[in-house]
């Protein structure tokens, strides 16, 4: 009977130890499944991290690429305005110059107008410049008198 308890709690001691053991690995296997759930899961939060440096990068690119195109832009329109000015002030200097050229025309067109043999005697202009016209209408009596002109001499002077 001593024998038969004892073979009987012998056998339940290795049933218990085995059950033990059996537990045990169980407990170790639960253990490194949840150890690699962890680190799968450490490994997809640094993935997504790495995703997410990687978009805010792509975006801090993209800002600067439209910040630079904007200045590219902002310049781009500063020098047409540079130019617009430029022309518009080219234009105007044209204008001014057109005006003075016309008044000047005018101004000579009046002098042409107005020459007459008096103003030839008083810039001592020689008669043989004169249009025909002009000068069959000579007085030669306003070259005589005149105070300008004394190589001029009236021949009764010599008497």
């Known amino acids: 009977m001593r024998e038969k308890k004892l073979v009987e709690k012998g056998e ?16 170790e296997e639960e253990e490194e499944e949840e150890e690699e759930e962890e680190e799968e899961e450490e490994e997809e939060e ?13 975006e801090e690119e993209e800002e600067e690429e439209e910040e630079e195109e904007e200045e590219e832009e902002e310049e781009e329109e500063e020098e047409e305005e540079e130019e617009e000015e430029e022309e518009e002030e080219e234009e105007e200097e044209e204008e001014e110059e057109e005006e003075e050229e016309e008044e000047e025309e005018e101004e000579e067109e009046e002098e042409e107008e107005n020459f007459t043999p008096e103003h030839a005697v008083a810039q001592n202009v020689p008669r043989w410049s004169f249009p025909c016209s002009q000068a069959l209408f000579f007085d030669w009596r306003k070259i005589i008198l005149s105070p300008v002109s004394f190589q001029y001499r009236n021949p009764r002077s010599f008497r």
Do not use: D, F, L
């Open 12 to 27: 339940a001691g290795k049933q218990r130890e085995e059950e033990e053991e059996e537990e045990e690995e169980e407990e």
């Open 46 to 58: 640094e993935e997504e991290e790495e995703e997410e440096e990687e978009e805010e990068e792509e």
